[in-house]
């Protein structure tokens, strides 16, 4: 039960935070915007005519996309009719000539944005940013940097808020598809679209990606260092967060509170202030220099052999936080109103040809209704892979293959899940929900104790049974199958990959000469040694961890040479870590 109270757990605080990124969705205001942040998979160059040459060593084009929800003004909607709730509007930035995907990169795009909303939408003032659950976009430095961005942009950033952990793919990632859609049917009019200064024109070609703006970004990683040493004090302390998915910005306070979870009591408050004092390990700056110092940091020629004027880009302005390089091309944004569709007007026709023509497969229809029930192929024949399973799945049903359980129509069959209620209400009443089980669990506590730990001497047995005698070796499919036959009633056997890669350390130790008869992988005490190191500790929990390893030894004196015999440093860190628990808790283990 383990496992499922872990993916529970899981499944809470994802839900929680899609509570509350609805409640900001809901909450804003004609000032007000939500921004979408993520990386795209690394752009690959796309030929019209391919060679196999060109992709040895390539490393792609790094490509950050930002999904801006804003309000449509009371002029906006008495001039259009039917508009939907919100107005969304993409920012595509490629960068140029550096691939990296990390923290620094992610500054100098959010410089940009930051350049293009106060530029596009004058009446926003409060910003919200939401973010996946990646490493990059948890640094304390990039967390800084939102806040001094957006304040140079006379912006206000309200909260920076991440998406639960494997929640699954975003409505930017169909923007993605699309503008990858974009880029191929380019590339197949006949051109290539191999560097990032290609990929912008491409972005941009025909009119452009619907409600996009797409520019080339030079990141200046210079400006970083002058970014850090200038707030040095703040950073070390950023430099302690923790896990967390929501963070709260104060511009009055100057003040950032961190939460684990949304609208969880859970919380750290960090000031953003960078105090003199706090720079000790550096010396006085001469405040007459300090320009001079920075601009000899920032190099401001690095973007000077790259030349777009022959293609239409154009220079359009630089970050004020990281000193960026923006290109782009001037042109109006290809902005099309989000209309709501009537009821009444599906079966109505329509004078404009490009509503009634698909955006796929080019077909038109005479009635919006028409295009609605239409399920596009694509212009190769491709399937439509729902509508195929639904197919597959009823050609089964009919087969008898398997039965649905409707327990709307036939209460009698709820009684099929009895025994799981049960054993749902016994881990509640036992050993599930106390307070504080939705949280997440520390690093390497996350995903609980491995499916393949019960069966690893099971799996030794087999490998060394193929090791005596080739005729019974097993690769790990194999070995799937015999513990199957084994356990006919067990649920919870491990896969192939986990049975590979216990095959993979047998192997390992097999070649330095070691032997592979004991279960390996355990990384701590074995037994009965583990129980003496409690007892000792339960003794006398003030002992020192030198202390506590020689009254160890006085206790098993004629088992040291034994292979499951613990080594000093385990035991003294076991000690060591049962008394920092036992100082944080108060409860002896």
């Given at each position: 039960?383990?496992?499922?109270?872990?993916?529970?757990?899981?499944?809470?605080?994802?839900?929680?935070?899609?509570?509350?990124?609805?409640?900001?969705?809901?909450?804003?205001?004609?000032?007000?915007?939500?921004?979408?942040?993520?990386?795209?998979?690394?752009?690959?160059?796309?030929?019209?005519?391919?060679?196999?040459?060109?992709?040895?060593?390539?490393?792609?084009?790094?490509?950050?996309?930002?999904?801006?929800?804003?309000?449509?003004?009371?002029?906006?909607?008495?001039?259009?009719?039917?508009?939907?709730?919100?107005?969304?509007?993409?920012?595509?930035?490629?960068?140029?000539?550096?691939?990296?995907?990390?923290?620094?990169?992610?500054?100098?795009?959010?410089?940009?944005?930051?350049?293009?909303?106060?530029?596009?939408?004058?009446?926003?003032?409060?910003?919200?940013?939401?973010?996946?659950?990646?490493?990059?976009?948890?640094?304390?430095?990039?967390?800084?940097?939102?806040?001094?961005?957006?304040?140079?942009?006379?912006?206000?950033?309200?909260?920076?808020?991440?998406?639960?952990?494997?929640?699954?793919?975003?409505?930017?990632?169909?923007?993605?598809?699309?503008?990858?859609?974009?880029?191929?049917?380019?590339?197949?009019?006949?051109?290539?679209?191999?560097?990032?200064?290609?990929?912008?024109?491409?972005?941009?070609?025909?009119?452009?990606?619907?409600?996009?703006?797409?520019?080339?970004?030079?990141?200046?990683?210079?400006?970083?260092?002058?970014?850090?040493?200038?707030?040095?004090?703040?950073?070390?302390?950023?430099?302690?967060?923790?896990?967390?998915?929501?963070?709260?910005?104060?511009?009055?306070?100057?003040?950032?509170?961190?939460?684990?979870?949304?609208?969880?009591?859970?919380?750290?408050?960090?000031?953003?202030?960078?105090?003199?004092?706090?720079?000790?390990?550096?010396?006085?700056?001469?405040?007459?220099?300090?320009?001079?110092?920075?601009?000899?940091?920032?190099?401001?020629?690095?973007?000077?052999?790259?030349?777009?004027?022959?293609?239409?880009?154009?220079?359009?302005?630089?970050?004020?936080?990281?000193?960026?390089?923006?290109?782009?091309?001037?042109?109006?944004?290809?902005?099309?109103?989000?209309?709501?569709?009537?009821?009444?007007?599906?079966?109505?026709?329509?004078?404009?040809?490009?509503?009634?023509?698909?955006?796929?497969?080019?077909?038109?229809?005479?009635?919006?209704?028409?295009?609605?029930?239409?399920?596009?192929?694509?212009?190769?024949?491709?399937?439509?892979?729902?509508?195929?399973?639904?197919?597959?799945?009823?050609?089964?049903?009919?087969?008898?293959?398997?039965?649905?359980?409707?327990?709307?129509?036939?209460?009698?069959?709820?009684?099929?899940?009895?025994?799981?209620?049960?054993?749902?209400?016994?881990?509640?009443?036992c050993c599930g929900y106390s307070e504080g089980w939705g949280r997440t669990r520390k690093h390497g506590k996350k995903y609980g104790k491995k499916y393949v730990d019960p069966f690893?001497?099971?799996?030794?047995?087999?490998?060394?049974?193929?090791?005596?005698?080739?005729?019974?070796?097993?690769?790990?499919?194999?070995?799937?199958?015999?513990?199957?036959?084994?356990?006919?009633?067990?649920?919870?056997?491990?896969?192939?990959?986990?049975?590979?890669?216990?095959?993979?350390?047998?192997?390992?130790?097999?070649?330095?000469?070691?032997?592979?008869?004991?279960?390996?992988?355990?990384?701590?005490?074995?037994?009965?040694?583990?129980?003496?190191?409690?007892?000792?500790?339960?003794?006398?929990?003030?002992i020192q961890p030198k202390s506590a390893w020689v009254l160890f030894q006085q206790k098993h004196p004629s088992e040291a040479t034994t292979l499951t015999y613990p080594l000093q440093?385990?035991?003294?860190?076991?000690?060591?870590?049962?008394?920092?628990?036992?100082?944080?808790?108060?409860?002896?283990?």
């Amino acid at each position: 039960m383990e496992k499922l109270l872990l993916f529970f757990g899981h499944r809470v605080r994802v839900l929680n935070q899609h509570v509350r990124i609805n409640e900001i969705m809901e909450n804003l205001q004609l000032d007000d915007a939500l921004i979408v942040m993520d990386f795209k998979m690394k752009y690959k160059e796309i030929y019209y005519r391919e060679k196999t040459t060109d992709f040895y060593g390539k490393k792609g084009s790094s490509w950050h996309g930002r999904m801006i929800f804003s309000r449509y003004s009371e002029e906006e909607r008495q001039e259009t009719e039917n508009l939907k709730d919100h107005r969304i509007t993409y920012i595509d930035h490629v960068s140029s000539g550096d691939s990296k995907q990390d923290y620094v990169a992610v500054m100098s795009y959010f410089d940009a944005v930051c350049r293009q909303i106060s530029m596009k939408f004058p009446g926003i003032r409060n910003i919200y940013v939401q973010l996946d659950n990646v490493r990059c976009y948890k640094k304390g430095n990039l967390l800084l940097a939102f806040y001094e961005t957006s304040k140079k942009y006379n912006l206000n950033l309200v909260v920076s808020i991440h998406t639960g952990v494997q929640d699954g793919k975003g409505s930017i990632d169909a923007h993605f598809a699309t503008a990858m859609w974009h880029v191929i049917t380019y590339c197949n009019m006949g051109s290539d679209v191999i560097t990032p200064i290609e990929l912008v024109d491409c972005l941009n070609a025909n009119g452009g990606v619907e409600n996009t703006i797409a520019e080339l970004v030079g990141n200046n990683r210079p400006a970083n260092e002058v970014f850090e040493r200038d707030n040095d004090g703040v950073l070390k302390r950023l430099g302690t967060i923790g896990e967390h998915l929501e963070v709260c910005f104060n511009s009055v306070t100057n003040e950032a509170t961190v939460y684990e979870n949304s609208n969880v009591q859970s919380t750290t408050c960090f000031s953003l202030v960078n105090n003199v004092s706090e720079n000790v390990n550096e010396e006085p700056m001469d405040t007459n220099n300090v320009e001079e110092d920075e601009e000899d940091d920032v190099d401001d020629d690095i973007y000077d052999n790259e030349t777009f004027e022959d293609i239409g880009i154009v220079e359009k302005g630089r970050g004020l936080l990281m000193n960026c390089v923006i290109y782009g091309v001037e042109r109006e944004i290809n902005q099309k109103q989000r209309i709501g569709v009537k009821i009444n007007d599906l079966d109505m026709e329509s004078e404009e040809e490009d509503e009634l023509q698909c955006n796929l497969c080019r077909k038109h229809f005479s009635t919006v209704s028409n295009k609605l029930q239409h399920k596009c192929k694509g212009t190769v024949g491709q399937q439509d892979l729902i509508s195929q399973a639904i197919e597959y799945a009823n050609d089964m049903y009919k087969q008898h293959e398997f039965e649905v359980i409707n327990c709307s129509t036939n209460p009698e069959d709820l009684k099929v899940f009895d025994p799981v209620y049960e054993t749902l209400q016994h881990t509640h009443d036992c050993c599930g929900y106390s307070e504080g089980w939705g949280r997440t669990r520390k690093h390497g506590k996350k995903y609980g104790k491995k499916y393949v730990d019960p069966f690893r001497q099971d799996i030794v047995d087999m490998f060394n049974l193929g090791r005596d005698n080739v005729a019974l070796r097993r690769g790990a499919p194999k070995m799937l199958v015999e513990l199957k036959r084994k356990y006919p009633t067990r649920l919870d056997l491990p896969s192939e990959t986990e049975i590979r890669s216990v095959i993979s350390s047998l192997v390992a130790k097999q070649k330095k000469g070691q032997s592979t008869d004991i279960v390996i992988g355990n990384r701590g005490i074995a037994e009965p040694y583990l129980t003496m190191v409690f007892e000792i500790f339960r003794e006398n929990p003030a002992i020192q961890p030198k202390s506590a390893w020689v009254l160890f030894q006085q206790k098993h004196p004629s088992e040291a040479t034994t292979l499951t015999y613990p080594l000093q440093k385990k035991v003294m860190s076991k000690i060591s870590s049962l008394k920092s628990s036992y100082k944080k808790t108060g409860v002896m283990p």
